[in-house]
């Protein structure tokens, strides 16, 4: 079964801090990977996506993912936090063409000091 | 262009009490998706389906049905409600098996006292 591994729950950095957060997925398919972003009190948005084609992927508001295909890897990066990244954040899973489900982690909790 | 809405948005249910949580997406996706977020959890799939007249179980089915009324809605229903399903509730839908992304409903806070 799918499974999604994010290996950091809580992190607290401070501003201007560079960030990496970890995700592995167990999953020996065609994947298509996902990084989101949920704000205190609201929906997920997606952050970034890597469908095919270059492994580095640029998303909104700065983040970046790196796919690693021999590692099984997804890792969200940012070079300089800002105090509005704190947030949570999931990583996803899809096989692209075995079936529909999209399988999360379990988050990982950002807390951004000024 | 509204995308994912979900009705209720807060609701409180007394022990084996029943309720329906509704879902309706307006941008002509095929596939739709019920997860509940619970702390330290993250999201974990309850059921999906892929298309019209289709659903599935995901990793936590137990205890819900659900309804594929049409391409648009997509019904979840607890018919005898437990405290271990408080949780926040969302409603997500994707265009179609593939390279495509899931959007998300404003979720539904529900708490079973």
């Known amino acids: 079964a799918q499974s999604v591994s994010q290996h950091n729950h809580h992190v607290i950095l401070s501003e201007a801090a560079s960030l990496e957060l970890g995700c592995n997925y167990s999953?020996?398919?065609?994947?298509?990977l996902f990084w989101y972003v949920q704000y205190p009190g609201q929906h997920l948005q997606l952050l970034l996506k890597?469908?095919?084609?270059?492994?580095l992927v640029k998303g909104i508001k700065g983040f970046e993912a790196e796919f690693i295909k021999s590692k099984f890897s997804f890792n969200l990066r940012k070079p300089s936090v800002q105090w509005s990244d704190t947030a949570e954040y999931f990583c996803?899973?899809?096989?692209?063409?075995?079936?529909?489900?999209?399988?999360f982690g379990k988050g990982t909790r950002l807390h951004i000091l000024p | 262009n509204a995308g994912v809405t979900q009705t209720p948005k807060f609701q409180v249910l007394k022990t084996g009490q029943s309720m329906t949580l509704q879902c309706a997406q307006d941008?002509?996706?095929?596939?739709m998706y019920w997860y509940r977020q619970d702390p330290g959890m993250g999201l974990r799939l309850i059921y999906y389906?892929?298309?019209?007249?289709?659903?599935d179980k995901g990793e936590v089915p137990n205890g819900y049905n659900v309804s594929r009324l049409n391409k648009r809605e997509f019904s979840l229903r607890l018919e005898s409600a437990a405290p271990s399903q408080t949780s926040v509730y969302f409603c997500?839908?994707?265009?179609?098996?593939?390279?495509?992304?899931?959007?998300f409903g404003q979720g539904t806070r529900l708490t079973v006292v």
């Open positions: 389906s892929a298309s019209e007249g289709t659903t």
């Open positions: 996803a899973v899809n096989d692209r063409y075995r079936d529909d489900k999209i399988i």
């Open positions: 997500a839908s994707t265009q179609r098996r593939g390279e495509a992304e899931a959007f």
């Open positions: 890597y469908f095919s084609g270059d492994p």
């Open positions: 941008m002509n996706h095929n596939s």
């Open positions: 999953y020996g398919g065609t994947v298509n």
